[in-house]
């Protein structure tokens, strides 16, 4: 049974219009979330996290919100390069558990010229 | 940053050999993890050591599978008796010891068992 769902396998947009990733949750018990971004070949790269303190955290292009009633989070790029092409997962934890997190299955997001 | 680094990249064995990946953290880091990640899935957590000790284990790390981590500095994971099903490839990230410091990947190893 899935913890983390990203329920759209893939997402294609046009070059500089905004790209939203979504994720949902089950576990209200989650307190940390993440997302990583993958290009082929490569392991995942750390893109923004976001505490269940928060609703929102901003880094240059890049804005994860979180919506905790509604166990959901997105991440919106802003503007979208096709450099950004790659999968996206969203991941979580639980509490004091450091190490184990838990990964959604991707969105592979195509930004086209 | 010579970031974290993996050994070998790709590995093909026989059902029934035994395998073992190595992992090189980023040196300051003290915190390493194994993850696997099979085709149309995320990462999956394996196990977590800080320094040598080994801290959590996952239920999908099987007795076959045994990772150390000796000296604190790179870790090794070994799979006995491989099976078809090990197929997948094998991610090691590391972390500083701080809380919510995020995981650092390594680039992995993609394991094939014929």
């Known amino acids: 049974d899935q913890q983390v769902k990203q329920n759209s396998p893939s997402l294609s947009v046009q070059e500089g219009r905004i790209s939203i990733l979504n994720c949902d949750y089950t576990?209200?018990?989650?307190?940390?979330f993440l997302w990583y971004k993958k290009y082929p070949a490569e392991g995942p790269t750390f893109l923004i996290s976001i505490s269940s303190i928060k609703d929102k955290n901003e880094d240059g292009r890049f804005t994860v919100f979180l919506n905790k009633s509604a166990k959901h989070l997105s991440l919106h790029i802003v503007p979208s390069q096709p450099g950004d092409s790659a999968v996206y997962f969203c991941?979580?934890?639980?509490?004091?558990?450091?190490?184990?997190?838990?990964f959604g299955k991707g969105t592979k997001l195509s930004v086209k010229p | 940053d010579t970031g974290v680094s993996q050994n070998p990249r790709h590995k093909i064995t026989k059902r029934g050999q035994n395998v073992t990946f190595r992992c090189d953290p980023i040196s300051e880091h003290n915190r390493l993890y194994w993850y696997r990640q099979t085709l149309g899935q995320g990462p999956e957590f394996l196990t977590y050591f800080q320094n040598e000790a080994q801290l959590e284990k996952s239920r999908l790390l099987s007795d076959r599978f045994s990772a150390e981590r000796p000296k604190g500095s790179f870790s090794t994971l070994e799979i006995q008796r491989t099976e078809q099903g090990d197929s997948a490839m094998y991610l090691c990230a590391s972390s500083l010891p701080l809380a919510n410091s995020p995981l650092h990947f390594g680039n992995g190893t993609r394991l094939t068992v014929t």
């Open positions: 991941a979580t934890r639980i509490g004091r558990s450091q190490g184990n997190l838990i």
């Open positions: 576990n209200s018990m989650f307190d940390y």
